[in-house]
């Protein structure tokens, strides 16, 4: 079965401008929205970020924003991170015995730091995350680029490769549903390399990624069994209880230490899960996304759920 019979479709659906008007101009959307999204400011995500904190569950928090075609957007994108990295440096941290990572991380998306510009995009997105990434530095903060739709991948890599000689803690992300996953797992499990992996989230063409359910699962188990394998550092990103099982066989089954990998989910999915994990002792980070830009963030979330066909045709009727 497709991953989703209906994902292709709410995420092509998405992309209409008179839906995404639907969406953000009427009521029904204001509880979806608080319920994935932490809030549209920074003053909104503190007491969010503070209860998660003190649950004993780490953070990674992404400013909302993707496919910056204006410069002055995505220079306006930097300072907001650099302001947000001040704030977070300022949270309280909880005592976690036994985990090195860093409890506070943020996630960014190179296109919203300009890597979609006409001119010089990469090289500008570069020194932007570069500067994130220098005050991340000074804050004691981690650093994740996250992977967007499958045209950016090779350029994302790159950029990442080229800023972890200057930050070797600087994280990426790999996707499952992609076929050239397994072999980017392979050459990324190397010491000291931060990978989160995911299934992917993106509407992709069957030439470059799997679409069925189960060939995305099976990816997904090869591609963690050669992180987990690996000198790395993985970060096991799903909500699936099959693949937060398998993780922790393979942790028993490599004898890996139990603060050297962590499981990472998003807000607002599978509460108790996290509480569970985090309760275990071991390092479980929630990827906290906040910001008025939430648009892509929401309808990516909406279609992992056929459930929430609902939703669209609901907000569509009630304009
Ligand atoms: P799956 O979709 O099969 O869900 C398993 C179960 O989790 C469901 O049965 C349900 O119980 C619950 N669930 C999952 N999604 C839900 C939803 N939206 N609403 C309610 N319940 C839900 N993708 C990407 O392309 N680039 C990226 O950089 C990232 N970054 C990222 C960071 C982190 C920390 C996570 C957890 C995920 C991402 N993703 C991502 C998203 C990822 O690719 C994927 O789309 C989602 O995690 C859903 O896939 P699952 O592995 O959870 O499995």
């Known amino acids: 079965m497709d991953m989703n019979p209906l994902r292709p479709v709410i995420l092509a659906a998405a992309d209409s401008?008179?839906?995404?008007?639907?969406?953000t101009g009427t009521k029904v959307t204001a509880g979806i929205v608080r319920r994935f999204v932490a809030g549209e400011t920074r003053a909104e995500l503190r007491p969010v970020i503070g209860d998660l904190l003190a649950s004993r569950r780490l953070i990674s928090v992404d400013f909302l924003g993707e496919n910056t075609t204006d410069r002055g957007q995505a220079d306006a994108m930097v300072a907001e991170y650099l302001s947000l990295i001040k704030d977070l440096s300022a949270a309280p941290r909880p005592d976690l015995p036994g985990i090195g990572a860093a409890p506070v991380e943020v996630s960014v998306k190179l296109s919203a730091l300009g890597q979609a510009l006409p001119v010089d995009g990469p090289a500008i997105a570069a020194d932007h995350l570069r500067a994130v990434c220098a005050k991340a530095d000074e804050a004691g903060v981690w650093v994740t680029v996250d992977a967007e739709d499958h045209t950016t991948t090779d350029a994302t890599l790159s950029t990442v490769r080229e800023l972890r000689t200057e930050f070797p803690w600087l994280g990426a992300v790999l996707q499952a549903y992609l076929h050239r996953t397994e072999a980017d797992c392979a050459a990324l499990s190397g010491?000291?390399?931060?990978?989160?992996?995911?299934?992917?989230?993106?509407?992709?063409?069957?030439e470059v990624a799997f679409q069925r359910a189960s060939e995305v699962t099976d990816s997904y188990l090869r591609c963690l069994e050669i992180l987990m394998r690996g000198e790395g550092y993985p970060m096991v990103a799903t909500h699936d209880p099959v693949l937060i099982l398998a993780a922790e066989q393979?942790?028993?089954?490599?004898?890996?230490?139990?603060g050297n990998f962590e499981?990472?989910?998003?807000?607002?999915?599978?509460?108790?899960?996290?509480?569970?994990?985090a309760g275990g002792g071991v390092a479980t980070r929630v990827y906290v996304p906040y910001g008025s830009q939430w648009y892509g963030y929401l309808t990516?979330?909406?279609?992992?759920?056929?459930?929430?066909?609902?939703?669209?045709?609901?907000?569509?009727?009630?304009?």
């Open 17 to 23: 401008p008179r839906l995404k008007r639907a969406i």
């Open 191 to 206: 010491h000291g390399s931060r990978i989160r992996l995911c299934k992917g989230a993106y509407r992709e063409p069957r």
């Open 250 to 258: 393979l942790t028993a089954e490599t004898g890996r230490d139990i």
């Open 263 to 277: 499981h990472q989910m998003l807000y607002g999915i599978r509460d108790a899960e996290q509480l569970r994990l």
């Open 300 to 319: 990516r979330r909406l279609a992992e759920r056929p459930a929430n066909l609902a939703f669209f045709l609901r907000a569509l009727v009630s304009k």
